[in-house]
């Protein structure tokens, strides 16, 4: 999967987005819970109105999954609070391994006008 890496003043990735076309919400939480250094992944449930889709801890920190200015085309993958020194990029790692289904990916290419993409 592609993702959008999100980097500080001396190049550390702390957060990255990916495009939410290509992966249901069910597989975000269960790529999280397989990254290395992962731990507490809690996903959001059908009755809160928390605005996090997902909520984890990345080596101590606590980190989340939403959509930023209700933006619906990504998710924002990175520490809660403003924290710029946490290296995520272990977290990045695991999704950029992540493989959507075939009527995903043709799904996702329609909705996006990218058709030949490749993965």
């Known amino acids: 999967m592609r993702t959008f890496p999100i980097k500080n003043a001396v190049g550390i990735t702390y957060a990255f987005e990916i495009e939410n076309v290509y992966i249901p919400a069910g597989d975000v939480a269960s790529t ?12 959001r449930r059908p009755s809160r109105s928390d605005q ?3 909520s984890f801890q990345f080596r101590g920190h606590d980190c989340v999954v939403w ?16 924290e710029r020194d946490v290296d995520i990029a272990e977290v990045e ?18 909705l996006s006008l990218r058709f030949l993409r490749r993965w």
């Open 67 to 82: 959509e930023p200015f209700g933006d619906k085309s990504r998710y924002w993958i990175g520490p809660k609070e403003a």
């Open 52 to 54: 996090y889709l997902v």
């Open 32 to 43: 999280l819970a397989r990254a290395d250094g992962v731990s507490g992944t809690l996903p």
């Open 93 to 110: 790692k695991a999704f950029k391994q992540y493989q959507p289904a075939l009527l995903r990916r043709l799904l996702g290419g329609l």
